[in-house]
């Protein structure tokens, strides 16, 4: 799990073609990008890789197009607002292969970058097609991935790639997400705590069965919680539960009793007859939910408790919202345990927010300086607290 991979610091680069997958895949509209954080992320390798004078190409996907040029996916607005946070101008390649991309790669100085367009135009990238993962590598002289969120695939660009194209390494934020992610889950300063939510518990499964032997004790909110309240023949009305996983619910709070583990359940709920805010809302107690109702977010009394079960950890870990944290009226307790997680970092603990929706509530919080971590990656970082090897990080040189 320790981060035991060649990184951009080890390549001679100067004057040297270098690929580099990177995770521009953002949030556009109307032809500007409207959340820039992926790029950003991105910005400490690309800048060391321009200091030395390497010769910079890069490449992204960006949302799902159906195997073929889309103009709603193009990375032109990337390439804007990329010149705008370098300072430098950002040439622009057609296509990700072929004349169009190589043309464009010949012409690139020292010290220059190039964005090719959308690998996913090509439905060869998620193929992992070798022809197109060699059309990719005839590109570059040498490889970097810095492309955390996509690490979990085995597409051409992540993967295949490296077959053709050595050295191939990792980048500064792909380096960063392991150690914080690695070191979280390795050798934890205790207490070590995990904060689970979501809405389903099928989706959480192999992360919670991955965590238990390790944290010292496990938070879990957002809808999941209901299937191990109605798991203990608690009502929970039309609360969101997915039936046939009670038995799995079961035997995880057997497996955290026979662990001697604390697994902490919400007490009280926000109860609504509508998920999306257009009815009223009241906090009661989870097992006092009326046939018409559903739970809809932690209530206060849970809040309290976590915010108790957090104040002397020294190792956290937060993946999932505790409700419908996307309407407002549910919001209270995704942001009470960002703004409680947000007060550790302060007395020495390490806190590790992984999954965009996590991610999106700390942000929206404005609390994003006071987490040790945020990770870049939603699924990845999903399968790598569940323990999986990523084949974007298997497939790099060891150092």
């Given at each position: 799990m320790s981060f035991a991979k060649k990184t951009v610091q080890h390549l001679d680069c100067a004057g040297r073609r270098v690929l580099v997958r990177v995770d521009f895949n953002v949030p556009v509209a109307n032809g500007e990008v409207t959340d820039d954080t992926r790029i950003v992320a991105a910005l400490p390798t690309v800048r060391y890789l321009l200091q030395k004078h390497a010769r910079v190409i890069l490449c992204s996907h960006l949302g799902r197009p159906k195997g073929g040029p889309d103009a709603?996916?193009?990375?032109?607005?990337?390439?804007?607002?990329?010149?705008?946070?370098?300072?430098?101008?950002v040439a622009w390649a057609d296509d990700c292969v072929g004349p169009a991309a190589e043309a464009a790669v010949m012409a690139l100085g020292d010290g220059q970058v190039l964005l090719l367009e959308n690998l996913r135009f090509h439905a060869e990238e998620e193929q992992n097609n070798a022809a197109f993962a060699q059309a990719l590598a005839r590109i570059g002289e040498c490889y970097v991935n810095d492309a955390f969120g996509t690490a979990h695939r085995?597409?051409?660009s992540t993967e295949g790639v490296t077959h053709y194209l050595k050295?191939?390494?990792?980048?500064?934020?792909?380096?960063?997400?392991?150690d914080y992610m690695g070191a979280a889950l390795e050798s934890p300063k205790r207490p070590f705590v995990?904060?689970?939510?979501?809405?389903?518990?099928?989706?959480?499964?192999?992360v919670i069965t991955a965590l238990l032997p390790k944290v010292d004790r496990l938070l879990i909110g957002g809808a999941m919680m209901f299937t191990f309240l109605?798991?203990?023949?608690?009502?929970?009305?039309?609360?969101?539960?997915?039936?046939d996983?009670?038995?799995?619910?079961?035997?995880?709070?057997?497996?955290?009793a026979a662990?001697?583990?604390?697994?902490v359940l919400p007490s009280d709920c926000l109860a609504s007859t509508a998920p999306d805010g257009s009815a009223a809302a009241s906090a009661k107690p989870v097992e006092q939910l009326l046939a018409g109702e559903m739970g809809v977010d932690i209530g206060p009394e849970s809040l309290a408790l976590f915010a108790s079960k957090l104040r002397d950890a020294k190792t956290v870990v937060w993946n999932g919202p505790m409700g419908i944290f996307e309407v407002p009226a549910f919001a209270a307790g995704t942001m009470g345990v960002a703004k409680a997680m947000s007060e550790l970092k302060a007395?020495?603990?390490?806190?590790?927010?992984?999954?965009?929706?996590?991610?999106?509530?700390?942000?929206q919080s404005g609390l994003a300086e006071r987490f040790s971590h945020l990770s870049t990656g939603g699924g990845a970082s999903l399968e790598f607290l569940e323990g999986k090897v990523l084949p974007g990080v298997a497939a790099l040189e060891d150092a």
């Open positions: 709603k996916y193009s990375l032109k607005p990337v390439r804007e607002r990329l010149s705008r946070l370098l300072r430098q101008d085995a597409h051409a050295p191939a390494v990792a980048g500064l934020l792909m380096k960063n997400e392991l995990a904060v689970l939510g979501g809405s389903k518990i099928s989706g959480k499964i192999d109605k798991a203990q023949g608690i009502p929970v009305g039309r609360s969101l539960v997915e039936d996983r009670l038995d799995v619910a079961r035997d995880v709070m057997a497996q955290a662990l001697g583990k604390e697994l007395h020495g603990a390490v806190t590790v927010v992984g999954g965009g929706d996590s991610v999106a509530a700390v942000q």
